[in-house]
């Protein structure tokens, strides 16, 4: 016979089988296992508060707060332009300037990327591959996803091709680029001077166009990204625009920068 606690056995009184007060493990386990799925249900139920958290239309994805936020900035941005506009109107009545003066900050303003550019263009268009895309050219593998989009060194590479190129003005999207703009990308987007755009990303540059294109051509990252365009079919379109007159930079152009703890 077993001297197991849990088997029945003779009581210090004789008196008959007595059950040992310890519970066997497979007790607490289902214990266990109901007091974790009751605290589950009433965390669930406090995070609804009586709703359908799946159906909930108030717990909006990211993706729809950052294109909100993208949309306010761009709304900022407009009233930020017109408000320019209406101090710069009010400062040519009489600000006790000379017209040397005056010359010497129309110049400055061009040159910062504040006032609007005219002139010769060209348009880059930069886009994703298919997502089915297939290598087309033998000896190369089958692509990766990082291969089929557009990446924020591609960005970088057009705009810089089209600085070297004498570019008087560059616009990627709709905004102007200055010198403190980054080209950043998350993801298979744009994040540019706070705003977010989705591909295809166009790039219009002022200048002369065959110096622009000749540029284009001799990037060595822009030769790469053609590997890419002939194998894979990333997205590359370089258009003549004519005269297209590019707008000055609206936003904000003090600096942030970290400060020292004191």
């Not at 088997?7 to 296992?33: E, K, N």
């Not at 061009?110 to 050219?137: C, E």
């Amino acid at each position: 016979m077993s001297n197991s606690a849990d088997s029945p056995g003779t009581g210090s009184t004789g008196s008959g089988p007595v059950r040992s007060s310890r519970l066997r493990p497979a007790r607490i386990l289902t214990v266990a296992v109901f007091a974790l799925a009751g605290l589950i249900f009433f965390t669930s139920f406090n995070t609804a508060k009586g709703t359908d958290i799946r159906q909930d239309a108030s717990l909006l994805k990211l993706s729809d707060l950052v294109q909100e936020r993208s949309h306010k900035n761009k709304q900022l941005d407009e009233s930020n332009a017109a408000l320019r506009d209406n101090v710069e109107s009010l400062a040519e009545g009489d600000d006790g300037s000379t017209r040397a003066q005056d010359e010497k900050l129309s110049g400055l303003e061009k040159s910062a990327g504040t006032q609007q550019v005219k002139g010769s263009a060209i348009t880059v268009t930069l886009n994703d591959a298919p997502p089915n895309a297939t290598a087309k050219l033998p000896g190369y593998p089958e692509p990766q996803p990082d291969y089929l989009v557009i990446h924020q060194q591609d960005l970088q590479a057009v705009v810089n091709a089209l600085w070297q190129g004498g570019a008087k003005g560059i616009k990627v999207m709709d905004q102007r680029l200055i010198s403190t703009s980054a080209v950043r990308c998350v993801g298979n987007t744009l994040i540019l001077q706070g705003r977010v755009y989705s591909p295809p990303y166009k790039i219009t540059a002022v200048g002369d166009p065959e110096r622009l294109q000749q540029s284009l051509a001799a990037s060595k990252a822009i030769q790469t990204y053609m590997v890419y365009v002939n194998v894979y079919g990333l997205g590359w379109k370089v258009t003549e625009d004519g005269t297209a007159t590019l707008p000055g930079y609206s936003g904000t152009v003090d600096l942030h920068y970290a400060k020292p703890v004191q």
